[in-house]
């Protein structure tokens, strides 16, 4: 098991390296993309507050509380295209056939289309990120040993969501060659929990939270830091993702039994 | 001469209908977009009559117009040159009887069309479901210079996808040029908030760039609570980016095809 770690952890860090060099070879690209993230974060940001500000509070929550929630919804959105970049790049691996040469070699299919290139540029943006959540979680004055374990618990479970949608995606990409448009549309659901979820109004804001969690993903883990969430959702929270990485996992099985290669 | 750009235009129509899961999930995320916006302003209204001079009704249909107007402008077909400049297929209009903006415009405009007739619908269905309350226009004079404002915003969109396109000739991709022209026209261009609810210095200096006469002027103009002298001064503004874009456009062109280098067989 550790030794399977081991080689994993290893192959990544190539994947890593590779692809960070990569990039690095475009630099001009490189520069628009990471001032364009960096933008689209400050723009949103400024709105919140200048909005908020004026409004001392916006469904609810404060300034802080309202920042909070946009920043744990970056951390979960970042990590998850820093480590599934390679999801967007899959449709090109099935439509050539270079999806077989992944099947062949003695690394996990499943693996190497998940994580087979790290994006270099939400790795630069994920480190502000991180100084800025510790700050607000200071700010709040709501930081203590178990709504931190609690916050990191969710952030996890908000990342296997994450994780099972890339799963599912990539299974369709084998199954029907679509991915652009699969992808960017996870991208745009997941984007509307930007903002706290009780922003929406009912029957939609049940909708986002049970049926597209994006609540769930992206509202719960600064609810249940701030104290807001009850012990029952937090245990369907975590059901609920477990079930979902399970269902993603049985449809990429299923997948890879229909795939007949593009040469065939 | 019409002629040519017509059948541009038709084909460039159907084959947007030959696509139509593509173009309907682009819709749908377009809606998905806007539930995010319309839903932050409408949160904002559940404790609030006025903020930054809006009331619910002005925002919310600022909220629906800027919609409307961004499926508008910002379905462009201009940034293909881009690619057409990279695979090397752009040669073709050098050897072709074919305006080569003209070309792009036609394509355009049909890519628009096809737009316009699916936002109605969405904006239509939105409104029946949300049931916002939404001020209706019906002084003729400001809805003329709605249209107005968004057809010259359209042009202004076209020309400055058109130049990002042709940084092909220069850069490997223009992707990411366009990507950041397209979150500095959501942001300081009116398609997430109007641009006059952030401090006046900085309204006042984004109101000298080109980006908020693509969604926020005509959107501000349909409200019909934009003062006279600053609708003038607004269309002085708008008609003089025009002008340089359209300067640019044929300066880069020429620039960029004598630059240009094709082989092969």
Redesign the interface.
């Known amino acids: 098991m550790v030794t399977s770690f081991n080689k994993y952890f290893k192959v990544w860090l190539r994947f890593a390296i590779n692809g960070f060099q990569t990039q690095l070879n475009?630099r001009?690209?490189l520069t628009?993309?990471l001032?364009?993230k960096i933008?689209?974060f400050a723009?949103?940001t400024?709105?919140i507050v200048?909005?908020v500000s004026?409004?001392k509070?916006?469904?609810g929550y404060s300034l802080d509380q309202t920042i909070f929630f946009f920043l744990s919804f970056n951390l979960i959105d970042i990590i998850s295209q820093l480590l599934f970049r390679e999801v967007y790049r899959f449709r090109q691996a099935v439509v050539l056939g270079t999806f077989d040469f992944y099947l062949v070699k003695p690394i996990n299919s499943l693996y190497r289309s998940l994580m087979g290139g790290p994006d270099l540029i939400d790795f630069i943006t994920l480190i502000p990120l991180f100084g800025a959540i510790v700050f607000y979680m200071s700010r709040l004055q709501m930081i203590s040993l178990p709504s931190t374990v609690l916050y990191l618990g969710l952030i996890g479970v908000g990342f296997t969501i994450a994780l099972s949608f890339h799963i599912l995606v990539l299974a369709l990409a084998v199954l029907t060659t679509?991915v652009d448009?699969a992808i960017?549309?996870y991208r745009?659901?997941v984007?509307?929990g930007?903002?706290p979820i009780?922003?929406?109004?009912e029957p939609?804001r049940g909708f986002l939270t049970f049926i597209i969690p994006v609540g769930l993903m992206m509202s719960f883990p600064a609810k249940a830091f701030l104290g807001l969430l009850s012990p029952a959702l937090i245990i369907y929270s975590i059901v609920f993702a477990l079930f979902l990485l399970f269902f993603s996992l049985k449809i990429w099985n299923y997948s890879l039994k229909q795939y007949s290669s593009a040469s065939s | 001469m019409i002629s040519k750009y017509w059948a541009v235009f038709k084909i460039s129509w159907e084959q947007g209908l030959v696509y139509r899961?593509?173009f309907t999930?682009?819709r749908?995320?377009s809606v998905?977009?806007l539930?995010?916006v319309y839903?932050?302003w409408?949160?904002?209204f559940q404790?609030?009559t006025q903020?930054?001079g809006y009331t619910q009704s002005s925002i919310l249909t600022y909220i629906m117009v800027a919609a409307l107007i961004r499926a508008v402008i910002l379905s462009s077909r201009a940034i293909d040159i881009a690619g057409h400049i990279n695979e090397g297929s752009v040669v073709n209009f050098l050897v072709k009887p074919l305006g080569f903006v003209r070309y792009y415009f036609s394509r355009d405009l049909a890519d628009k069309l096809l737009n316009i007739s699916f936002v109605l619908v969405e904006i239509i269905l939105l409104i029946t479901i949300?049931k916002p309350p939404i001020i209706y226009q019906q002084d003729p004079l400001i809805l003329l210079l709605f249209v107005m404002s968004a057809s010259l915003g359209l042009l202004l969109y076209f020309a400055i996808a058109f130049i990002i396109g042709m940084l092909a000739f220069w850069?490997?991709?223009a992707?990411?040029?366009l990507?950041?022209v397209t979150?500095?026209l959501?942001?300081?261009g009116g398609g997430?908030?109007p641009i006059d609810?952030?401090p006046r210095i900085l309204t006042d200096t984004l109101l000298l760039t080109p980006f908020p006469y693509l969604i926020y002027f005509p959107s501000r103009i349909y409200l019909g609570t934009l003062p006279p002298a600053e609708i003038i001064k607004g269309f002085i503004i708008l008609s003089f980016w025009i002008l340089v874009s359209l300067l640019l456009i044929l300066k880069i062109l020429d620039a960029g095809l004598k630059r240009y280098t094709a082989y092969g067989n």
């Open positions: 475009n001009f690209a628009i993309f001032i364009g933008l689209r723009i949103f400024l709105f200048i909005l004026k409004t509070a916006l469904a679509e448009h960017m549309m745009d659901i984007g509307m930007r903002f009780d922003i929406y109004r939609l | 899961l593509n999930l682009w749908v995320r998905l977009q539930l995010l839903f932050i409408w949160t904002v404790s609030q903020v930054f949300l850069v490997e991709s992707w990411g040029p990507f950041l979150i500095i959501e942001g300081f997430l908030f609810i952030l």
